[in-house]
């Protein structure tokens, strides 16, 4: 069976450029890199991004903007923690601390990624949610390849081969 438009367990490589609408700043692009591969419908994508491809076809280029509930989500205030700043102790020997700093924390549940939003003599306030979230994001899409996703990458619920990794 070949589908020549993106659908469900297909294999898409994009080109891609994501803007911010309201500076129409570059948050992430794949332009002089490999294509992003993704195995559609296996929630590799942001919600939105997803739906909005549906049924492009090779060669086709489409823009569209996602309010932050398709994205990244909403800001959630409890997603920002006070941490003790003796914690940072071994951190801070080799760099110092400083607000806007991306850090990653060992969490129960595995890294979890945060910035530094504030910084007292006690405290680092770490901010647990996606930089992006919160923001609506325009993203312009080129379709560059589409292939049905073989079995194994079914089973595995992601696309193999090159660029099948996922940012």
């Given at each position: 069976m ?37 195995l ?10 997803e739906?909005e ?22 800001r ?55 930089a992006?979230?919160?923001?609506s ?6 379709v ?6 073989s079995e ?16």
């Amino acid at each position: 069976m070949t589908d020549n438009t993106i659908s469900e367990n297909s294999v898409a490589s994009v080109h891609y450029t994501g803007t911010l609408p309201d500076s129409g700043e570059v948050f992430d692009s794949s332009e002089g890199r490999d294509p992003l591969t993704f195995l559609v419908g296996h929630k590799q994508m942001i919600p939105g991004f997803e739906e909005e491809m549906m049924g492009a076809k090779v060669g086709e280029r489409r823009e569209f903007t996602l309010t932050a509930e398709r994205a990244y989500g909403e800001r959630d205030d409890e997603a920002v923690l006070q941490i003790p700043r003796d914690n940072f102790a071994q951190l801070e020997e080799q760099s110092p601390l400083e607000v806007g700093m991306q850090l990653v924390a060992q969490m129960p549940h595995g890294p979890s990624p945060f910035t530094v939003t504030e910084l007292t003599d006690e405290t680092v306030t770490a901010d647990f949610n996606h930089a992006l979230s919160g923001k609506s994001l325009t993203f312009s899409v080129e379709v560059v390849e589409l292939r049905a996703a073989s079995e194994e990458e079914l089973s595995h619920g992601h696309a193999h081969g090159p660029g099948g990794h996922h940012h």
